[in-house]
């Protein structure tokens, strides 16, 4: 059974910097598909970043140039590094994968297209 468990988060002043990992068990291939999504009270849950197992990455708008995400396929841990924070990033955090094996992700971020998805790690941002 596929499982995922986030790590990190926590709370820092705007312009500060966090870092979240995704820890996959379970798993008897290697994704093709991860990502990170956030979700804020009274809103809905949004794609941050998705990165393909071949290192192909995705980056919604607010966040580009910014988040930094990164994997490791072998043990399918998946990182996320946040600079510049702003109090607009305040949200849980949840990492997510497809079960594809290989198609990369799609342009678009899209929940539907993620099988598992995590417990979530709070992220504060205070201005």
């Known amino acids: 059974q596929v499982q995922l468990m986030e790590s990190g988060g926590g709370s820092v002043q705007a312009g500060g910097s966090l870092s979240v990992s995704c820890a996959g068990s379970?798993?008897?291939?290697?994704?093709?598909?991860m990502g990170w999504f956030r979700q804020a009270p009274g809103k809905e849950r949004e794609g941050v970043a998705s990165?393909?197992?071949?290192?192909?990455?995705r980056y919604a708008d607010s966040v580009k140039g910014r988040f930094t995400v990164s994997r490791d396929n072998p043990t399918n841990t998946l990182y996320l590094q946040m600079n510049s924070l702003k109090p607009e990033d305040t949200a849980m955090y949840y990492c997510a994968s497809t079960t594809w094996i290989d198609a990369r992700c799609r342009f678009q971020f899209s929940t539907a297209d993620f099988a598992y998805w995590g417990q979530g790690t709070q992220v504060t941002v205070s201005s």
């Open positions: 379970g798993y008897t291939y290697t994704p093709s598909c």
């Open positions: 990165i393909s197992s071949d290192g192909a990455t």
